[in-house]
């Protein structure tokens, strides 16, 4: 069974497994560079929020998967992503460490040890599930 | 197809009395019922809420009761207590979303919520007083005929839930204001909720969770006309993926618009079809011109709104529950019903006020010209907003908030002008300007906020023996 790095909330399932290197986007002009280098595609995309304006034009251009520290399928980017049917997984957490995101009390650690640990990984995602989301190794 | 092919639709249940719907999460709301069995959300919320009510005003009230001027403490309390519950409902598990990136959309919210409640009050008078209670039932009633209207679920609900229940919170929380104070006031912001929610649903009810979420406002010969308009859709069809994507990308540029808020969007139905297929109605406002930033939807030539009439099979995605909430959003479960698409139409209104006669449909074969022209709006406005600084977003979206909440019923009765002019609607009151500087303080907005707007901890009530004509005299003590 190949190696399951991160959990969180399924925003819809899907049997759509996208895979990708993890690419965490930290500002706007992170976005807009992506989107103009041409390799968005290529791309499962980490970001903290799960507003969806932040990712507006990467959503709007095709983003293949997204992975959020925060948020749920309630939240405005998870309802986007079940309209573009871009599979996503909120609220990621490492399978491999205890730090779990709590609402106004988690600290930039927490969010500091996700985006080191994830960027630059070879993933692909798995939204079968009801209600969880497997960021799994595609090596 | 994926994980829920083969399953039975079971949503009618869901619709017969003593139905207690799904659980569509495991949080438990409390709110002013401390010491009682926690409340949980859905149709069963809906029903242990207003077992809890102290008057009647929860039930279908008349529209004799709608017309009189007066709240009793007892009425507002229960409104308090169910537009707490209600927004725990629809926002607690939204409000798990964290810091934006790009628009701090914490920090406007909470200045919007106490503007409101410090402004609104006098605008919806001075609006009662021009048109009349009739003419505010009225302005509800119009959405029953029409589409790409921003009289909608949303808007109705914020009038209530936002300007009295989080304005009032938030100044609660931040100590401005006891739990007396405002009281004639907040049954003016009520009281212009109930008449256009009344009005507009006509089935003696307010909002949507008071009828298992269901906002089902249009005649069945307005909905022929649209439905008359619906072109048969194939999952996995070219003609399927153009009507999905330009739903989620017109969808997106809504939310962009109303800077990442939900007041660019605006849903009705579900509507039972003759064939049992379901229609959601679902109107995207894309260009709205009072936004100064909007001009780049203006430049790529968008109307204000585009509506979609989305079809779907239940029996194909096994549909258990579908919610139309107080907040004009779709929930279904299983959750993904995009698949279960299988017709659509799409109609434009140019500007706000354009004559129903004059929407018009557009082919599906024809949405490639408005999607390009959706995605070059959202780039150019993605590219603007980047580059604006935290003020102007936080402001901006202040304005988003405090005038678009009450923009579509100022517009409807012809008082915005007024409001524009005699009572300065686009200032800032001194005190809210003032709050701007507490806001980041302590964590007020990221963490006071979501914990006593959202979770509804902070909705106290007002006393017993309270005076309904009671404004606020003293300060400071």
């Keep these: 069974m190949a190696d399951v790095l991160a959990e969180g909330y399924n925003v819809f399932d899907t049997s759509k497994s996208p895979s990708g290197t993890i690419k965490y986007l930290a500002s706007p002009a992170d976005v807009i560079g992506l989107i103009q280098s041409g390799k968005l595609q290529e791309h499962i995309l980490l970001v903290r929020g799960g507003t969806t304006t932040f990712l507006a034009p990467a959503l709007s251009m095709g983003a293949i998967g997204v992975i959020t520290m925060s948020g749920a399928p309630e939240s405005h980017l998870g309802i986007l992503s079940r309209e573009f049917q871009t599979p996503c997984v909120m609220t990621a957490h490492l399978t491999g460490s205890d730090s779990r995101y709590v609402v106004g009390n988690t600290d930039e650690a927490h969010f500091v040890e996700i985006a080191k640990e994830l960027d630059g990984k070879r993933v692909r995602l798995d939204c079968t599930d009801h209600e969880v989301g497997r960021v799994v190794a595609d090596d | ?477």
């Design chain 2, 1 to 477: 197809m994926t994980t829920t092919q083969g399953k039975r639709a079971t949503y009618k249940q869901r619709y017969q009395d003593g139905d207690e719907g799904l659980r569509f999460q495991e949080l438990t709301y409390t709110g002013n019922f401390v010491g009682m069995e926690p409340v949980t959300d859905g149709i069963k919320g809906d029903q242990m809420m207003k077992s809890r009510a102290k008057s009647g005003v929860l039930e279908k009230v008349s529209k004799e009761e709608v017309l009189k001027n007066q709240f009793t403490i007892d009425e507002l309390n229960d409104l308090n207590n169910y537009l707490a519950w209600n927004i725990w409902d629809v926002l607690v598990m939204r409000a798990t979303e964290g810091v934006s990136g790009m628009i701090p959309r914490q920090e406007y919210e909470i200045l919007a919520f106490m503007h409101e409640f410090y402004r609104w009050p006098e605008l919806l008078r001075m609006t009662t007083d021009e048109i009349g209670a009739q003419g505010v039932m009225d302005i509800g009633a119009s959405a029953r005929r029409e589409i790409g209207t921003k009289i909608n679920s949303v808007h109705d609900w914020a009038i209530g839930a936002v300007g009295f229940g989080m304005g009032r919170c938030g100044l609660l929380a931040l100590e401005a204001i006891g739990p007396d104070d405002y009281i004639e006031e907040s049954n003016e912001i009520l009281k212009f909720m109930q008449r256009v929610l009344w009005g507009k649903r006509q089935d003696g009810y307010l909002l949507n969770s008071q009828d298992r979420y269901r906002c089902q406002i249009h005649e069945p010969d307005f909905l022929a006309q649209l439905t008359s308009q619906v072109e048969p859709l194939e999952h996995g069809s070219p003609k399927h993926s153009a009507f999905t994507q330009f739903n989620a990308a017109a969808e997106l540029l809504s939310f962009l618009d109303h800077y990442d808020c939900r007041l660019g969007l605006g849903d009705t139905g579900p509507y039972e079809l003759p064939d049992g297929n379901l229609l959601i109605l679902r109107d995207l406002f894309v260009n709205e011109e009072v936004f100064h930033w909007s001009d780049v939807c203006e430049d790529a030539k968008l109307p204000h709104c585009y509506t979609l009439a989305l079809v779907i099979d239940p029996e194909r995605m096994g549909l258990n529950e579908i919610r139309v909430n107080d907040i004009s959003t779709t929930f279904t479960r299983p959750k993904n019903y995009i698949e279960a698409i299988v017709g659509g139409a799409v109609f434009a209104r140019e500007k706000w006020d354009t004559p129903m006669g004059e929407v018009y449909p557009i082919k599906i074969d024809d949405l490639g010209e408005h999607l390009g022209r959706v995605q070059t709006a959202t780039l150019k406005l993605y590219t603007k907003t980047s580059k604006m600084h935290r003020r102007d977003l936080i402001w901006n979206g202040q304005y988003v908030y405090y005038v678009d909440m009450i923009l579509p019923h100022l517009r409807k009765a012809g008082t915005y002008d007024k409001a524009c002019q005699d009572y300065d609607l686009w200032e800032i009151d001194q005190r809210v300007s003032n709050y701007y500087y507490d806001i980041t303080k302590r964590g007020f907005a990221q963490e006071t906020v979501p914990s006593k707007i959202f979770s509804g901890a902070g909705y106290l009530p007002f006393s017993d023996g309270a005076d309904v004509r009671r404004s606020k005299y003293r300060w400071g003590l």
